[in-house]
């Protein structure tokens, strides 16, 4: 599941769309008013993640109706689409969505050199 996404979401207040990049058990993503981070894991096809959603730029409105919040995600893979839903713990808030995946990541191997910008 590693990779590069696009989500589209609905949630109370309308719909969104992001980018989202899984990466070694981390989600990191953001839109146009928000930046998402948090940590997935992977059973099998299917996608659990718990993502942390704060502002980017102020008075941006969101899907869900709060600045800030945290997010349980999950979905099933499906060819390169994985459908979730999520919820805000403790509220009866809900969010759809899918995510596609556009571009795998390059390999990571060993640590990236360091470029030298004094020259």
Do not use: C
């Not at 590693?2 to 979401?9: A, K, S």
Request: no cysteine; proline share 6%; charged share 15%.
């Amino acid at each position: 599941m590693e990779g590069f996404w696009t989500i589209q979401f609905t949630g109370i207040q309308g719909w969104g769309a992001g980018v989202v990049t899984l990466v070694g058990g981390r989600v990191f993503g953001g839109d146009s008013g928000y930046l998402y981070e948090g940590t997935y894991t992977q059973q099998a096809n299917t996608l659990h993640a718990r993502v942390h959603v704060r502002p980017l730029a102020a008075g941006v409105p969101n899907v869900m109706g709060l600045s800030e919040f945290d997010l349980e995600m999950t979905g099933t893979l499906s060819g390169s689409a994985i459908p979730v839903t999520g919820s805000i713990p403790g509220t009866p808030l809900r969010l759809s969505g899918t995510l596609t995946k556009r571009q795998d990541l390059p390999t990571r191997a060993g640590v990236i050199p360091r470029l030298d910008l004094r020259s």
